[in-house]
């Protein structure tokens, strides 16, 4: 049995977070006594975590960056639980786990999960300075996609073990169970007629998931005659420049924000086709794993991993960042329902057989008991080379 311990910088909102999250659930359901600890308060609903054998939820309670009470209350933590693994998501609960770990003299291998491939700003860039070392110190560094691996090793970014573990999702959880009669019904509580083509987004209205490029290719797909509408399934600081940008180009009746919903399944399955067109941060989208388990083709950005889980024309399109034009001609060919159901069932297929939840927790639990029975593995010559 194994006794990790997933660390975060928070809970429970953010996809590193929720990923952190389905492990420690799914590891608990099979036998093993996972526990959570979480750096800062965020302040959310925790009911999501669903601990058991033992499993306990801590929050360190930091005030701030690197608050050395809280590692002090970390490493007696470990020190009472004794984990086999520690498992961190990102560089900040990366360096929580090295530090605790050191304080508390448990040997214990420490694992790190990365979530993202490209950093915004100059101060990330010198934190990553510092980050990089603690990297080298783990034992095994997850990437969640193949082109984050390469990107991220030609900066100098590795361990002394590497994994590329795809995202997946619940399978049994998003598939599209609602019949036609309920999702009309909601089409219609949200003003949607039948006719219409919907293309949903589910993310919060942050910039750089630009859902302002959704509202100006809804602009110029009704121009072409296409009645597109969107659903933007979420909340954010963005919402105000959205609504202002609809209004500018006169479809503010044909841009709908549901809000914050804890459930989008039956939102994204009311949609024709689902869009991420973010430019900045999207490394392998749990969202656009979602929408294609529920049977919905995406349009996605050329970002992150966008390539490895959509296949251009058979389910789903990709376009260039940014290219509104490439956008808007991508999601007019989806106006097309039969192509977009036939699209709709392959992405579905591809997330049945690649990128589901349990896949994904086989390949985690077998990477564990590896970490906790095998000794520390040699840096290969090929990665020391970056």
């Not at 790190?112 to 095994?140: D, I, N």
């Not at 859902?211 to 100006?216: G, K, N």
């Not at 349990?358 to 095998?374: I, P, S």
Request: contains cysteine; aromatic residues 8%; proline residues 4%.
């Amino acid at each position: 049995m194994l006794r990790p311990v997933f660390v975060t910088s928070s809970l429970p909102h953010g996809g590193a977070e929720r990923h952190s999250i389905a492990l420690m659930n799914r590891l608990a359901e099979r036998g093993h006594e996972c526990h959570a600890v979480y750096i800062m308060d965020s302040g959310g609903p925790l009911d999501s975590v669903w601990l058991r054998n033992g499993g306990t939820l801590r929050c360190l309670g930091a005030a701030r960056y690197l608050d050395r009470r809280a590692v002090a209350d970390f490493a007696a933590h470990i020190c009472r639980i004794r984990p086999s693994v520690v498992v961190a998501a990102n560089p900040f609960a990366l360096m929580y786990s090295r530090l605790a770990l050191r304080g508390s003299g448990v040997r214990a291998p420490l694992a790190v999960t990365f979530h993202t491939t490209r950093l915004p700003g100059v101060k990330e860039w010198l934190q990553m300075l510092y980050y990089r070392p603690l990297f080298w110190s783990a034992e095994c560094l997850v990437f969640v996609c193949e082109t984050q691996r390469r990107y991220w090793l030609r900066r100098g970014v590795f361990a002394r073990r590497l994994e590329v573990i795809h995202n997946g999702v619940d399978t049994d959880r998003f598939h599209d169970r609602w019949s036609a009669q309920q999702r009309g019904r909601l089409r219609g509580a949200l003003g949607f007629a039948d006719a219409d083509f919907v293309i949903g987004i589910a993310a919060f209205l942050r910039r750089e998931k630009n859902h302002v490029q959704l509202v100006e290719a809804v602009a110029r797909l009704r121009e072409r005659g296409i009645p597109a509408r969107a659903l933007m399934i979420g909340e954010g600081e963005m919402r105000a420049a959205i609504e202002a940008r609809a209004r500018e180009l006169m479809v503010e009746r044909s841009v709908v924000i549901t809000g914050l919903r804890h459930e989008v399944g039956p939102y994204l399955a009311i949609c024709d086709v689902v869009a991420l067109c973010s430019d900045a941060v999207e490394t392998f989208s749990l969202a656009a794993l979602e929408a294609m388990a529920l049977g919905r083709p995406v349009v996605h950005s050329e970002i992150g991993g966008a390539a490895e889980m959509i296949r251009p024309g058979d389910n789903g399109f990709l376009f260039p960042v940014g290219d509104t034009r490439a956008f808007v001609d991508r999601l007019a060919s989806l106006a097309d329902r039969q192509l977009s159901r036939r699209m709709g069932s392959r992405a579905r297929a591809l997330v049945e057989s690649r990128f589901s939840e349990r896949a994904m927790v086989d390949r985690y639990e077998r990477l564990l008991l590896e970490l906790c029975g095998a000794g520390p593995c040699a840096v290969p010559a090929s990665i020391r080379s970056f």
